[in-house]
């Protein structure tokens, strides 16, 4: 069996790279592209803002197909006022760099790579096929877990992963999507393999200090554990309210440095209005303008919430386990969750990751009932 497993890793490691070489050959130069690159060049000068501008689209010009530098700079085919104003205003360039910097282990990934010999454009673009790469590393390894016995569904189950549609588009886009991918498969694996507590904060202080914004996601998973560990024992573990705090004041550290404008002004100018310079309009909406934004959005989300509710329901099925059960709800919470702070329904991407957790775990319990599926040898 180790033959066959090894065998097996061998065949993975050539598909991931025969389809991370194809990803990278179909990578796309986004919009989000300047944000990345410009707090690259913002690191390396600091002092030198209108030089940061200028040298983040000097470098994606060189790079990105031309249709795709028209679209970054809001002149391929219907005009875009805001990046053009990206594109030829410092000050207005400047006050979105906050957005972007927040990302802090993923900014210092593309530093490394810029040092390393990476031209920027590169390094943003490559960090995503790493990634994408390393997932399905990932995956497999997860997938080995699941089913011990049983190579080939490991096999063919990592292969069709690999190849939907929200995988490979984030491996080709400039986003930390599937940057922080690596690290929620981490996290399920702490999750299958039961890792002690304190091995899981540092997995969650890793996510907050790549991506901020998934401070929900790491409170209401120690919050989820604090409610399991108090119906077992009936006592409270005051451990797991400190490193909430811990995470807490983490995130806080890194909203205040990098100045960050707060979650108003990100759904402002995200599902309102993109102002092209921050500081010129103060990011007013009321509830009813939230609400209706909500409703419009929640209309074309009936395909993460069928697949969400879906995964839940056969997973309470086929598992009776109190631990596994709040832990795929505290998973399912956490998409809404998300949706409400950041209802960009038509980007699956965003939702992914955590519908991958509730995919994997359902295949767990699934195992579990059914003692892995194990291959027979033919008679």
Request: glycine share 4%; aromatic share 20%.
């Amino acid at each position: 069996m180790k033959l066959k497993w090894r065998i097996s890793f061998f065949l993975i490691v050539i598909l991931i790279t025969a389809l991370s070489f194809w990803n990278y050959k179909n990578r796309v130069y986004d919009w989000d592209m300047p944000g990345y690159i410009g707090c690259l060049y913002s690191l390396k000068y600091p002092d030198s803002p209108d030089k940061v501008r200028k040298l983040t689209y000097q470098e994606i010009k060189k790079k990105a197909p031309d249709h795709e530098y028209r679209d970054i700079l809001g002149i391929y085919k219907s005009g875009d006022k805001a990046r053009q104003s990206f594109a030829n205003n410092t000050k207005s360039f400047s006050e979105q760099l906050p957005y972007y910097r927040i990302k802090v282990g993923y900014n210092m990934a593309i530093l490394i790579l810029y040092e390393l010999g990476f031209s920027s454009a590169d390094a943003v673009t490559f960090l995503s096929i790493i990634a994408y790469f390393i997932s399905g590393i990932l995956i497999f390894f997860i997938l080995k877990i699941i089913f011990p016995d049983n190579y080939i569904i490991s096999i063919l189950l990592t292969a069709g992963i690999m190849v939907l549609p929200p995988m490979t588009y984030m491996s080709r886009v400039s986003t930390p999507d599937i940057f922080i991918l690596q690290f929620l498969l981490v996290f399920i694996i702490g999750f299958l393999k039961n890792w002690s507590k304190w091995i899981m904060f540092v997995v969650l202080f890793t996510i907050i200090f790549i991506r901020p914004d998934y401070i929900p996601f790491t409170l209401s998973y120690l919050a989820a554990l604090g409610l399991f560990h108090y119906f077992k024992n009936r006592q409270i573990d005051y451990s797991l309210i400190f490193q909430g705090l811990i995470l807490f004041v983490l995130y806080f550290l890194i909203v205040k440095f990098y100045h960050y404008p707060g979650w108003k002004h990100l759904f402002y100018d995200t599902f309102i209005y993109r102002r092209p310079i921050i500081s010129e309009a103060p990011p007013d909406f009321s509830v009813r303008d939230y609400l209706g934004i909500l409703y419009s959005k929640g209309i074309y989300f009936k395909r993460v919430t069928v697949t969400a509710l879906g995964l839940l329901a056969l997973i309470f099925y086929f598992s009776k386990d109190l631990w596994v059960r709040i832990f795929s709800v505290f998973i399912l919470l956490n998409i809404y969750i998300k949706f409400l702070f950041f209802p960009h329904a038509s980007g699956l991407r965003f939702f992914f990751g955590y519908i991958l957790l509730l995919l994997l775990v359902f295949l767990s319990v699934l195992s579990k009932k059914y003692n892995g599926f194990k291959l027979r040898k033919i008679a």
